[in-house]
Structure formats: structure tokens, C-alpha cells
């Protein structure tokens, strides 16, 4: 009962998608001691980008479709606030790989020296500037939804703004960028839906309903519908 929180490091790192099992392990341990109530921090998380460590060696472009993952999945097991190793890159030239096997200059996603931005530093941006809701805090409402459809290795995240609107984040939770055709059924109460792909940019799209429900197809990527 004497702390005041705890702070753990988790690292889904390469060839792991952030949705491992292993990786809550300490969260799970963390909730664990001392008193339960008390916020978890997960004070470094991240992915580094040395090559020769993943598979198939796209270290960039795979990192982009697992970090807003790792966001929202670290957020959904009670994470109280989650800390990104590290945001500058130290790497020489314009590449974000390193000589050898050293990783720790690989983890960063800006180089003040080329003005280079890495592209999952962008799709993160993205993702907290659509789920945004700034002001004090207030007790969400439950939607009763489903998933139905080709639903292995599916994984959602629901959130709710205090404008009484419900964001409903899903993708396909694996390494390799696979597609599984679904359909999410709804309350008769949610007439209206939107959905944005945080990877592409900010925009929210028209998403149509029909019969109580939203047939679409999700990937490795990160898609977000707009409910209310």
C-alpha cells in the first residue's frame, strides 16, 4: 500500500508481434504486487530497426504495422500511460539500419540531421490524433457488439469519447500482414459509422451499415470505425 505505482519495460521485439502472450507477463506480475489498484507504467516499449533481425527483412515498413498495434493492445491490458524508446535515431546517413548487430541506435524514428521521419512515428501520430478526447475524465458507456466471420487471430479495442461516440480499433493480430473478411454486428441504437486508417493518414471515410452491421476486411494494419 506504500507505492504509488509500478513501471515496467516490455519489448515485443522483432519477429514478435506486440500481441505475444510473453510480453504481459510482467504487466500482469506488475498488477500483482503490492496493491493491485495502484497504475501500471510501462516506462520503454518500442521496436528497434536492425535488419538482419527480422524476417523478412523490412524492419521499417513492418515496424509501421506494429507500433499503433502495440499502443492499443499495452492500453487494453490497463496500461496507465506507455513510454516509446527512444524518439531520436543516432544513426549516420539516411538509413535506419546499423553495421553489425548492435540495435540500440535503431530504435529511434526522428534524425534531426536528414529531417527524416520514420513512417510509424507518423501512423502513431495519426492514431492519437483520432482517438483524442482532451478534458476531465467520466465513465464510458458499454456497446454490445460482435465479431463474427473469419475471426482467428482477430483483435479489437473499444474506446469511447465523452461525446458519447465509440471507437472501435481491430486488426489482424500477427507478424505477416494477413486479411480476414468479418462483420461487426451492432446495436439498432448505432445508426451511423466512420472508419479512418491511422497507417494512411487522419481522414475519417463514410463506413455503411447495414442490417445492424459493418461487413469490411481487416489486416495487420490498424483500422479504427467510428460508432454512434
Known amino acids: 500500500q506504500w507505492i ?16 505475444r502472450t510473453q510480453a504481459y507477463d510482467i504487466v500482469t506480475a506488475a498488477f500483482s504486487v503490492g496493491n493491485p ?8 516499449m518500442g521496436y528497434h530497426t536492425l535488419q538482419n533481425t527480422w524476417d523478412p527483412a523490412d524492419a521499417v515498413a513492418t515496424k509501421d504495422r506494429l507500433m499503433p498495434r502495440a499502443y492499443l493492445y499495452h ?23 546499423a553495421p553489425g548487430t548492435d540495435i540500440e541506435p535503431c530504435f529511434g ?7 527524416q521521419v520514420q513512417k510509424a512515428y507518423t ?55 494477413t486479411s480476414r473478411v468479418i462483420s461487426i454486428t451492432l446495436p439498432a441504437t448505432i445508426t451511423q459509422a466512420r ?3 491511422p497507417n494512411t493518414n487522419q481522414n475519417w471515410a463514410t463506413q455503411a451499415i447495414a442490417s445492424n452491421a459493418i461487413a469490411t476486411t481487416v489486416d495487420g494494419y490498424v483500422t479504427i470505425f467510428e460508432l454512434w
Not at 151 to 170: A, D, E, H, P, W
Open 109 to 115: 524514428w526522428l534524425k534531426s540531421s536528414t529531417g
Open 195 to 197: 472508419k479512418a486508417r
Open 123 to 177: 501512423s502513431v501520430k495519426n492514431l492519437f490524433a483520432l482517438l483524442a478526447d482532451p478534458g476531465p475524465p467520466f465513465a464510458p458507456d458499454t456497446l454490445s457488439f460482435s465479431v463474427t466471420g473469419s475471426t482467428t487471430n482477430v483483435q479489437y479495442t473499444l474506446m469511447q469519447k465523452s461525446s458519447g461516440r465509440f471507437y472501435l480499433s481491430i486488426w489482424v493480430a500477427l507478424y505477416a500482414d
Open 37 to 44: 489498484t495502484k497504475p501500471v507504467l510501462i516506462g520503454e
Open 4 to 19: 504509488d505505482g509500478h513501471e515496467v519495460h516490455t519489448y515485443p521485439t522483432a519477429r514478435q508481434p506486440p500481441e
Open 75 to 97: 492500453w487494453d491490458h490497463g496500461a496507465s500511460g506507455i513510454v516509446n524508446y527512444v524518439m531520436h535515431s543516432s544513426l549516420a546517413g539516411t538509413t535506419w539500419d
